[in-house]
């Protein structure tokens, strides 16, 4: 089963993606910014992780630059509220491993169905 | 007896008894005079010493008549010899004719005068010492007839064929019968006195023709005399023109001598200088009148060196105040281009380089303004997305919760908590509708709103459309039928804000939408531009509430519409969007019959998008330029747009 990794400054929101997500048989584990994600990121080892794309501290740019040095590299999936044009959507693919993004707020079975089209196995 | 034969063979007797006759025919051999006796057609006599056969009587008688007649010439004869020497040596030719006018008798003179000798003249008939136009004429003159002395002047062929001019008096000869017997011509010969009158008739003309000329050289110098001071008046007065053109130019204009110094000055001068009269500045050095004299200087040599110049200088006025004056001189040259004079003409330029100045710094103020203009427009629209971001998150969590708790994720719940929890949800939706169009029209006003454009299938487009909207459609059993025109082009919008624009209007048209009824989207072409259209069979929109209905917060009818929810912002957000896009809205409705929404957008290539932008960039500039208060801003657009109605 993959791992998955929810980033988001909102506790509530935070928790109810990763009760969703938990309740779905997932493994999971949870980062209030991108700091925290990072230094998470080296021992949980996630496969998947849901990144908030504003949050205090670093941006998403820094998170998907510094990603780049480590050693696991997980599939990411952006939380936004707005709209990404087309050169903004291939930038931010082009950076790191970002496979998809979900507009907030979302739907239940939309952000699961995202997930399981990414998962590994 | 002797006998005389004449050429036509008549025979003549003559008696000897007369001697005189016959020493007359004998020795002088006048056969002219016999002749003229005898009045016979003969050229030529013969004196013979027998008789012929055929001798007239008569004839014989008539000579012996005549000439025993004759017998008193001899009477005469030393009076003939005196008229001889005097017709010998006369200085007029003389001839004589006879009857049938040939030459019978001329003097010497006439030999002369006519190069001919005695067979030239002898028996020959006188018409041919004329010219035959001259013969003509003297016949026509009928001398003869008239039986007088005639005068007239002719011409006469020389033997040499060389005409000359005569004069001459013809006189008919008539024997004591009274018949003619021939006549004598006294000629004259007139060439000399002809030539002279030719002469004089050449030199006359030679005269006249030289008056004429002169005359005619006269006439002509006077008119060009004349012309020259036309030429000359005209010359004064374009002079006097240019004189008061450049006495009245607002330009400052002055001559300046090579000396340096000014020798002419206009009223336009004096003025920017600050100057009375122009003896206050005649003869001075022209670098008086500027602010740094070795600069003047500098130029004055270079205009005398290089024919002209032009460029700006600061002038010093009487008062010592300095001007910027711009300045175009001129060398005047005189024929042999030496330098007469230098022009130059001035303009003050003080106003135009402070204008410029202005302009400068006003543009650097705008640009100022632009800088935090784009300030402002980032800090809005970061405000905006911040806000956005803000006011959903919770709402995520919200739907969220709610979700899992109906799906059972967290536990059984019962109907009461499903129907509790169903309503949380929808209203949950609403608020997001609502915070999500709050921020719409934000982002369209403060024009920070993005368009994100993408080449779009209108067919496939209103498929979708339709199916978002099938469930609330279905609740209300209302149908939604397609009237989608074949071989629509592709358009290149932002897809999701265009079917916003659609959601919006379809989902008034079911809300609007009596049970069972139908609502129908259109979409065709029309010109440049695709027509779409949602009609309901509702109640309809009054005729003067159909602008209203597309401004921010406005409904219908407040109370009447709570019952169907909605703030009323959908239409405003709408119309913004296809403003944006190039395009325009309306509605045409009909109290009781319902309602048709109507919206254009343009067809243009995919390599006009950015073309089509500059539009939206236009609503964009336009929305930051105007005030923030109320929604001022979309009512303007919508005061432009056409509202249709057909209202009873």
Same mark, same amino acid.
Not at chain 2, 538 to 562: A, C, L, S, W
Not at chain 2, 621 to 644: H, L, T
């Given at each position: 089963?993959?791992?998955?990794?929810?980033?988001?400054?909102?506790?509530?929101?935070?928790?109810?993606?990763?009760?969703?997500?938990?309740?779905?048989?997932?493994?999971?584990?949870?980062?209030?910014?991108? $700091?925290?994600?990072?230094?998470?990121?080296?021992?949980?080892?996630?496969? $998947?992780?849901?990144?908030?794309?504003?949050?205090?501290?670093?941006?998403?740019?820094?998170?998907?630059?510094?990603?780049?040095?480590?050693?696991?590299?997980?599939?990411? $999936?952006? +939380?936004?509220?707005?709209?990404?044009?087309?050169?903004?959507?291939?930038?931010?693919?082009?950076? #790191?491993?970002?496979?998809?993004?979900?507009?907030?707020?979302?739907?239940?079975?939309? +952000?699961?169905?995202?997930?399981?089209?990414?998962?590994?196995? | 007896?002797?006998?005389?034969?004449?050429?036509?063979?008549?025979?003549?007797?003559?008696?000897?008894?007369?001697?005189?006759?016959?020493?007359?025919?004998?020795?002088?051999?006048?056969?002219?005079? +016999?002749?003229?006796?005898?009045?016979?057609?003969?050229?030529?006599?013969?004196?013979?010493?027998?008789?012929?056969?055929?001798?007239?009587?008569?004839?014989?008688?008539?000579?012996?008549?005549?000439?025993?007649?004759?017998?008193?010439?001899?009477?005469?004869?030393?009076?003939?010899?005196?008229?001889?020497?005097?017709?010998?040596?006369?200085?007029?030719?003389?001839?004589?004719?006879?009857?049938?006018?040939?030459?019978?008798?001329?003097?010497?003179?006439?030999?002369?005068?006519?190069?001919?000798?005695?067979?030239?003249?002898?028996?020959?008939?006188?018409?041919?010492?004329?010219?035959?136009?001259?013969?003509?004429?003297?016949?026509?003159?009928?001398?003869?007839?008239? #039986?007088?002395?005639?005068?007239?002047?002719?011409?006469?062929?020389?033997?040499?064929?060389?005409?000359?001019?005569?004069?001459?008096?013809?006189?008919?000869?008539?024997?004591?019968?009274?018949?003619?017997?021939?006549?004598?011509?006294?000629?004259?010969?007139?060439?000399?006195?002809?030539?002279?009158?030719?002469?004089?008739?050449?030199?006359?003309?030679?005269?006249?023709?030289?008056?004429?000329?002169?005359?005619?050289?006269?006439?002509?110098?006077?008119?060009? %005399?004349?012309? =020259?001071?036309?030429?000359?008046?005209?010359?004064?007065?374009?002079?006097?023109?240019?004189?008061?053109?450049?006495?009245?130019?607002?330009?400052?204009?002055?001559?300046?001598?090579?000396?340096?110094?000014?020798?002419?000055?206009?009223?336009?001068?004096?003025?920017?200088?600050?100057?009375?009269?122009?003896? =206050?500045?005649?003869?001075?050095?022209?670098?008086?009148?500027?602010?740094?004299?070795?600069?003047?200087?500098?130029?004055?040599?270079?205009?005398?060196?290089?024919?002209?110049?032009? #460029?700006?200088?600061?002038?010093?006025?009487?008062?010592?105040?300095?001007?910027?004056?711009?300045?175009?001189?001129?060398?005047?040259?005189?024929?042999?281009?030496?330098?007469? &004079?230098?022009?130059?003409?001035?303009?003050?330029?003080?106003?135009?380089?402070?204008?410029?100045?202005?302009?400068?710094?006003?543009?650097?103020?705008?640009?100022?303004?632009?800088?935090?203009?784009?300030?402002?427009?980032?800090?809005?629209?970061?405000?905006?997305?911040?806000?956005?971001?803000?006011?959903?998150?919770?709402? &995520?969590?919200?739907?969220?919760?709610?979700?899992?708790?109906?799906?059972?994720?967290?536990?059984?719940?019962?109907?009461?908590?499903?129907?509790?929890?169903?309503? $949380?949800?929808?209203?949950?939706?609403?608020?997001?509708?609502?915070?999500?169009?709050?921020?719409?029209?934000?982002?369209?006003?403060?024009?920070?709103?993005?368009?994100?454009?993408?080449?779009?299938?209108?067919?496939?487009?209103?498929?979708?459309?339709?199916?978002?909207?099938?469930?609330?459609?279905?609740?209300?059993?209302?149908?939604?039928?397609?009237?989608?025109?074949?071989?629509?082009?592709?358009?290149?919008?932002?897809?999701?804000?265009?079917?916003?624009?659609?959601?919006?209007?379809?989902?008034?048209?079911?809300?609007?939408?009596?049970?069972?009824?139908?609502?129908?989207?259109?979409?065709?072409?029309?010109?440049?531009?695709?027509?779409?259209?949602?009609?309901?069979?509702?109640?309809?929109?009054?005729?003067?509430?159909?602008?209203?209905?597309?401004?921010?917060?406005?409904?219908?009818?407040?109370?009447?519409?709570?019952?169907?929810?909605?703030?009323?912002?959908?239409?405003?957000?709408?119309?913004?969007?296809?403003?944006?896009?190039?395009?325009?809205?309306?509605?045409?409705?009909?109290?009781?019959?319902?309602?048709?929404?109507?919206?254009? %957008?343009?067809?243009?290539?995919?390599?006009?998008?950015?073309?089509?932008?500059?539009?939206?960039?236009?609503?964009?500039?336009?929305?930051?330029?105007?005030?923030?208060?109320?929604?001022?801003?979309?009512?303007?657009?919508?005061?432009?747009?056409?509202?249709?109605?057909?209202?009873?």
């Amino acid at each position: 089963m993959n791992k998955i990794m929810i980033v988001d400054d909102e506790q509530d929101l935070r928790e109810m993606i990763n009760l969703m997500i938990t309740k779905e048989g997932y493994e999971t584990e949870m980062a209030q910014d991108g $700091i925290d994600f990072l230094e998470k990121n080296d021992n949980f080892q996630p496969d $998947i992780v849901t990144l908030d794309v504003m949050m205090p501290g670093l941006t998403t740019k820094d998170i998907l630059e510094e990603l780049k040095d480590k050693n696991n590299k997980p599939k990411i $999936i952006l +939380l936004t509220v707005v709209r990404f044009s087309d050169e903004e959507k291939e930038k931010l693919f082009k950076m #790191g491993n970002v496979v998809d993004y979900i507009t907030k707020p979302f739907d239940f079975d939309e +952000l699961m169905t995202t997930i399981k089209d990414n998962s590994i196995g | 007896m002797i006998y005389i034969r004449d050429k036509v063979g008549w025979g003549h007797k003559v008696d000897e008894r007369e001697p005189e006759i016959v020493k007359f025919l004998r020795e002088e051999e006048r056969f002219g005079k +016999l002749q003229s006796i005898l009045q016979s057609d003969c050229k030529e006599l013969e004196i013979l010493d027998k008789p012929l056969e055929n001798v007239s009587d008569d004839m014989a008688n008539a000579i012996k008549s005549d000439t025993g007649k004759k017998t008193e010439y001899s009477e005469l004869d030393g009076l003939e010899e005196k008229y001889k020497t005097i017709f010998e040596n006369s200085a007029v030719a003389i001839t004589l004719t006879d009857k049938n006018e040939r030459i019978i008798l001329w003097n010497k003179y006439t030999e002369n005068l006519l190069g001919m000798n005695k067979d030239d003249l002898y028996m020959k008939p006188v018409e041919l010492l004329y010219t035959p136009e001259e013969w003509r004429r003297i016949r026509s003159e009928n001398v003869r007839q008239k #039986g007088m002395q005639h005068h007239l002047e002719t011409k006469m062929i020389r033997k040499n064929n060389e005409i000359i001019d005569v004069d001459i008096s013809l006189s008919v000869l008539k024997n004591h019968k009274g018949r003619v017997i021939g006549s004598v011509g006294i000629v004259r010969d007139i060439t000399q006195r002809k030539m002279m009158e030719l002469e004089l008739q050449r030199v006359h003309e030679k005269l006249e023709q030289r008056v004429k000329d002169r005359t005619a050289e006269i006439l002509k110098s006077n008119e060009l %005399l004349k012309q =020259e001071i036309n030429e000359h008046e005209k010359a004064e007065w374009s002079l006097k023109i240019k004189d008061s053109a450049i006495a009245s130019s607002i330009n400052a204009i002055v001559f300046v001598d090579p000396t340096g110094a000014v020798t002419y000055v206009n009223p336009s001068f004096l003025n920017m200088w600050g100057y009375d009269s122009e003896e =206050e500045i005649l003869g001075k050095p022209a670098a008086k009148f500027w602010h740094r004299k070795e600069i003047y200087i500098e130029v004055a040599r270079a205009t005398f060196n290089k024919g002209g110049w032009v #460029g700006e200088l600061v002038a010093e006025k009487r008062d010592g105040t300095l001007f910027d004056a711009q300045l175009s001189a001129n060398v005047v040259m005189d024929e042999e281009d030496v330098p007469i &004079c230098m022009m130059a003409s001035f303009i003050d330029i003080t106003a135009r380089k402070k204008a410029v100045e202005k302009l400068r710094k006003s543009q650097m103020r705008i640009e100022r303004q632009n800088v935090q203009l784009k300030k402002l427009d980032k800090l809005k629209s970061n405000f905006l997305n911040i806000t956005s971001h803000e006011l959903r998150t919770p709402m &995520c969590s919200m739907k969220g919760y709610v979700q899992m708790l109906l799906k059972k994720t967290l536990g059984d719940i019962t109907e009461e908590q499903k129907r509790g929890l169903m309503v $949380i949800l929808r209203n949950v939706d609403r608020l997001d509708n609502l915070i999500q169009d709050v921020l719409d029209i934000s982002r369209l006003e403060s024009g920070t709103m993005k368009f994100i454009t993408e080449i779009t299938d209108i067919q496939k487009m209103i498929g979708e459309v339709s199916e978002t909207m099938r469930t609330s459609a279905d609740l209300k059993h209302v149908r939604i039928n397609k009237e989608i025109e074949g071989n629509l082009p592709d358009l290149v919008i932002d897809q999701e804000r265009i079917k916003q624009v659609l959601i919006n209007v379809v989902d008034n048209a079911i809300k609007f939408s009596p049970d069972g009824t139908v609502i129908i989207i259109r979409a065709k072409k029309e010109g440049k531009n695709v027509l779409f259209e949602v009609q309901d069979f509702g109640r309809g929109i009054p005729k003067d509430k159909q602008k209203k209905i597309f401004e921010t917060f406005y409904q219908v009818d407040y109370n009447m519409d709570r019952t169907f929810g909605g703030a009323g912002l959908g239409l405003a957000v709408s119309r913004g969007i296809v403003i944006a896009h190039g395009g325009s809205i309306w509605v045409k409705s009909k109290l009781g019959k319902g309602s048709t929404f109507g919206f254009t %957008l343009p067809v243009k290539l995919v390599k006009d998008v950015e073309n089509r932008f500059k539009e939206v960039d236009v609503f964009m500039v336009e929305a930051n330029s105007g005030e923030k208060e109320n929604n001022s801003r979309m009512v303007k657009y919508i005061d432009n747009d056409k509202v249709e109605a057909e209202n009873e």
